[in-house]
């Protein structure tokens, strides 16, 4: 079948979940499909076979991100007649998606990784752009052919936002991990580079800078962390400069109080950031809202705990107990979701025996349950049942 796969992100310039998906997907189904993968040009961006680069037309500054990725996606529906089928990834390419529906009559299939409902705080970033993402999103999911939700609770909350969804379209495919380039590795020369102490246990965080990422309630939560820790924050990409002026003023705050606070605020290469989470006590993921999180399962992969907040598709990659520790996330009490972070993190460092249990349980159940050729399977049969006569 000749599949598009419609992007935002792509490699060389992947920043977050959804791109990493994308960039693993495609490797994948390339055996199985005749694959072109149409993505949003940067800036040093390279050429690459069976890669076509999209950018928006001239526009005046004030036109706002949502015009710019409309008139993106208005690029990719025109080099899509010769596709059996398009899959569109987030809502910078779903209108794409649902456009090529309409102009070539093929099945549109959309992989839901956010939710803009759930995400209100967009609007600092996008303004009135954000009334126009969530039309476009809302347009794409409830008419498209098949929905693919990346875990059970992306599932259900697609079906309570958009409740003209019909449930028989929605299909659960996980996010993946690649296990041969996420495992343990001995090298260290990262935690050199960042000035990491490696006789000291560390705490490590890698997301953007973003309210969904719960960055202001792991700084505040640090205050409580044990002094014999460290805690090393890969964290860039704010959505907003109110964002980045708040995270900036709890960092400086928790130095003021303690040592050991490590902030990485460029993109790492990826063998260096495994080479982190590999040597890290425990990986923390506090967000307080996260379809699944494919951090984590990095994390896993690489033997590592993980403290992670017990929301959206989270628990069905984290197992309390078992892979990790989930703590409780309330919006209307942030503080008791703060001092449970503390204290999950510091059980951990004063235990790495349980720590480095949890680890291997966790790389057990990434090299089971989520490598991307078993993903990439059930994507294609979706894509046989939408292309499937009736």
């Known amino acids: 079948m000749r599949v598009g796969l419609l992007t935002r992100e792509y490699p060389p310039h992947v920043y977050g979940g959804a791109g990493v998906h994308v960039e693993f ?7 199985l499909t005749d ?5 949003w040009d940067a800036p040093g961006t390279d050429a690459r076979p069976g890669v076509v680069r999209h950018r928006a037309a001239p526009l005046p500054e004030a036109a706002g991100e949502a015009l710019r990725a409309f008139s993106t996606g208005l690029g990719m529906t025109a080099a899509l007649a010769d596709r059996d089928l398009v899959h569109s990834h987030t809502w910078y390419t779903a209108l794409a998606g649902r456009l090529a529906q309409l102009q070539y009559g093929i099945p549109h299939v959309l992989t839901a990784h956010s939710l803009e409902p759930l995400r209100p705080w967009k609007a600092e970033q996008l303004g009135g752009g954000y009334a126009l993402s969530s039309w476009a999103e809302r347009t794409a999911v409830e008419t498209a052919d098949a929905v693919i939700a990346v875990s059970h609770g992306m599932r259900a909350d697609l079906l309570g936002c958009y409740p003209n969804l019909d449930p028989e379209r929605v299909h659960v495919v996980h996010n993946g991990i690649d296990t041969d380039l996420y495992r343990a590795s001995p090298d260290a020369g990262a935690l050199d580079r960042a000035g990491v102490d490696p006789d000291r246990p560390y705490v490590l965080f890698v997301g953007r800078v973003t309210r969904q990422k719960g960055v202001p309630h792991l700084l505040r939560a640090a205050r409580s962390l044990d002094p014999a820790a460290q805690l090393v924050l890969c964290a860039g990409a704010p959505d907003t400069p109110e964002l980045d002026a708040e995270f900036r003023a709890l960092v400086a705050e928790l130095r003021e109080a303690r040592d050991g606070v490590h902030w990485i605020p460029e993109p790492l290469p990826r063998p260096d950031v495994v080479q982190l989470l590999s040597h890290a006590r425990a990986f ?10 494919i951090v984590n399962l990095e994390a896993m992969a690489c033997g590592t705990a993980v403290v992670a907040s017990a929301v959206g598709g989270i628990p069905e990659v984290v197992r309390d107990g078992e892979t990790g520790l989930l703590v409780p996330y309330d919006p209307q009490d942030t503080a008791a979701f703060e001092q449970g972070l503390a204290r999950a993190l510091n059980s951990l460092v004063a235990d790495p025996r349980t720590a480095a249990a949890m680890g291997e349980a966790g790389r057990g159940v990434a090299v089971r349950d ?3 050729d078993r993903i990439a399977r059930r994507t294609t049969e979706v894509y046989a049942h939408v292309l499937a006569p009736t």
């Not at 997907?25 to 055996?31: K, Q, T």
């Not at 694959?35 to 993505?39: D, G, K, R, T, Y």
């Not at 993921?285 to 999180?293: A, D, K, N």
């Open 25 to 31: 997907l495609a490797r994948e189904l390339r055996a």
């Open 35 to 39: 694959l072109v993968v149409h993505a």
């Open 284 to 293: 923390v993921c506090p967000s307080v809202y996260e379809p699944l999180g």
């Open 370 to 372: 989520f490598g991307w």
